[in-house]
């Protein structure tokens, strides 16, 4: 399957700064990524689709201010978290599919851990 | 609003055991349904995708069934390993968008 790296793995950060994620896939080009959160022992949330090239759509009740989305390039997609509060500690996924073909898999990053104190 | 629901939340069972975890769905309509591996603090492994044509698949020890009119799945773990301590998610898609809607997981531990 394909390879999606996350960086950082873990963040802690100050209430009222901002903190960014960033979401690669490593061994080929993702035309849409997904952004998800999820809460301890809770099920994933999406919150956005990251399209290389335009803005990312957003789920509803997700503040697109709050939560920027970048996706400049065909392997990168950034979140930023911005002026975070401790209510946006929570475990933040990507995802990507392989292709746009027949197959809908979708692969996943191993997650960033954050922390806002 | 689709809705998924994984029955049990967690689950304990001895080594070597066969188990089964369940998934259900409100909306029969979807487009295809994905077990998902998910291991304290990391992210998600794909085990195994059954688009709504079809009815099971099977990789390993690992057999998923789809029972659409029903909107019931079920992942069936033959001889069960300590190994396959991990929450089990399954997540359907609406359409061919690849938006995934999660089930809340059942927390799966084999003891040795």
């Known amino acids: 399957g394909a390879v999606v790296s996350q960086h950082p793995s873990r963040v802690i950060c100050k209430s009222g700064t901002s903190v960014k994620i960033e979401c690669r896939s490593l061994?080929?080009?993702?035309?849409?990524m997904f952004w998800y959160r999820q809460f301890p022992k809770k099920s994933l949330m999406l919150m956005a689709t990251s399209n290389e090239g335009s803005k990312a759509t957003y789920e509803q009740g997700v503040e697109k201010d709050k939560f920027l989305i970048n996706h400049a390039s065909l392997t990168l997609s950034t979140l930023t978290v911005t002026s975070a509060h401790p209510e946006d500690s929570s475990f933040y996924i990507c995802?990507?599919?392989?292709?746009?073909?027949?197959?809908?898999?979708?692969?996943f990053g191993p997650g960033t851990r954050l922390t806002v104190t | 609003k689709q809705e998924v629901t994984q029955i049990p939340a967690a689950l304990s069972v001895p080594e070597g055991e066969n188990l089964v975890l369940n998934c259900s769905f409100t909306?029969?309509?979807?487009?295809?349904l994905q077990w998902f591996r998910q291991d304290p603090g990391k992210g998600l492994t794909s085990l195994l995708l059954?688009?709504?044509?079809?009815r099971e698949q099977t990789s390993g020890r690992l057999n998923a069934s789809l029972d659409k009119s029903s909107g019931r799945s079920t992942l069936y773990i033959a001889a069960s390993q300590p190994g396959d301590s991990a929450t089990y998610l399954c997540?359907?898609?609406?359409?061919?968008?690849?938006?995934?809607?999660f089930g809340s997981g059942t927390r799966l531990l084999v003891r040795p």
């Open positions: 995802s990507t599919t392989s292709n746009g073909g027949s197959s809908y898999e979708q692969y």
């Open positions: 061994d080929f080009q993702a035309t849409t």
């Open positions: 997540a359907v898609t609406m359409d061919s968008s690849y938006k995934l809607i």
């Open positions: 059954i688009q709504s044509s079809q």
């Open positions: 909306d029969s309509a979807i487009y295809n």
